[in-house]
């Protein structure tokens, strides 16, 4: 299973970011081939594009990994276990476009083995998900992202998209802020086998989960890229890009998982955005779209 989940995430890696370039029209991925001392290592992919360029991502990330090895102290007491090797991989993409229009994504898709002295497989999971993270609230792109992720999610469980969203909605929440990361889509992790559901099983759901994402995805980048914006949308752009980074170094699994278990920092911090504003105190305009966001992020919605 190992071997046939990292061949699928490199090819959608190269699906995914073939597909991104095409849309930009500009800027191309640089890649990185990684080698991690402890074992394994990873392909990561960056896009960016500097202020002038007419480029549609001002920075973005398609990054898969591989690795293996001895868990960590700190991490075999998280999973409540004395001693314990371990194998993940994934494919992990953060994408910030430069229009303030363009929401922010974020999609993960992992698979994990743990294993005793003999080698063999004791436990494994799948996991990941998707979400949006707009700067300006179109309610039609918020129905149209999680349609499609209702629709992938139907095909193998009609329980599935309403566990997972609001899975989704308690995870991607800055619990300091009171408020969420953005406005969801789907969070599911520690998928193991059971009666109903085998391995095999899961994994069709998460690579049915994962061919989706382009088409969450690509047809709001299309339609909001090329709408004029003012250095005051811009502004709070990044500002809310501030309450992203908040979430990523603060409570995100994923970072934590990556720094200790020595991963490659650049990779780990690739999601962080080039432009981020912390303003004191701020608080958007009565009666305006800005604040139009703020009240969708502090109370969850169900969008389909």
């Not at 930009?24 to 202020?51: L, M, S, Y």
């Not at 049915?208 to 382009?214: A, C, P, R, W, Y």
Request: with cysteine; glycine share 8%; aromatic share 14%.
């Amino acid at each position: 299973m190992k071997d046939k989940f990292y061949n699928y995430i490199q090819q959608l890696q190269d699906t995914i970011c073939k597909k991104l370039e095409e849309i930009d029209g500009k800027a191309t991925f640089h890649e990185d081939i990684w080698k991690r001392p402890e074992g394994g290592g990873g392909r990561t992919r960056v896009i960016q594009n500097d202020t002038e360029s007419s480029g549609v991502f001002e920075k973005g990330g398609v990054n898969i990994s591989a690795v293996h090895g001895v868990l960590p102290e700190t991490m075999r007491k998280h999973f409540g276990v004395e001693q314990g090797d371990f194998f993940a991989c994934g494919l992990s993409l953060v994408l910030h476009p430069k229009n303030p229009f363009v929401p922010t994504v974020h999609a993960n898709w992992r698979y994990f083995e743990m294993y005793n002295q003999q080698g063999e497989v004791v436990d494994s999971w799948f996991g990941g998900g998707q979400d949006l993270t707009p700067y300006y609230l179109f309610e039609e792109d918020a129905k149209h992202f999680h349609q499609v992720c209702k629709t992938a999610c139907d095909r193998h469980n009609d329980g599935f998209y309403k566990n997972y969203k609001k899975r989704c909605d308690e995870y991607f929440y800055n619990s300091h802020r009171n408020e969420a990361r953005g406005i969801g889509g789907l969070f599911f992790d520690y998928c193991k086998q059971t009666n109903e559901m085998s391995m095999q099983h899961w994994y069709d759901f998460v690579t049915e989960v994962g061919n989706s994402f382009l088409e969450t995805y690509v047809p709001i980048v299309e339609k909001r890229k090329d709408i004029p914006f003012t250095q005051e949308h811009r502004n709070w752009q990044e500002i809310r890009r501030g309450r992203y980074v908040e979430f990523n170094l603060v409570h995100d699994k994923g970072t934590l998982f990556g720094l200790k278990t020595n991963g490659r920092i650049e990779s780990i911090l690739m999601s962080l955005p080039p432009h981020v504003q912390w303003v004191y105190d701020h608080h958007p305009e009565k009666g305006s779209e800005e604040e139009k966001l703020i009240q969708v992020l502090e109370d969850p919605k169900d969008w389909v």
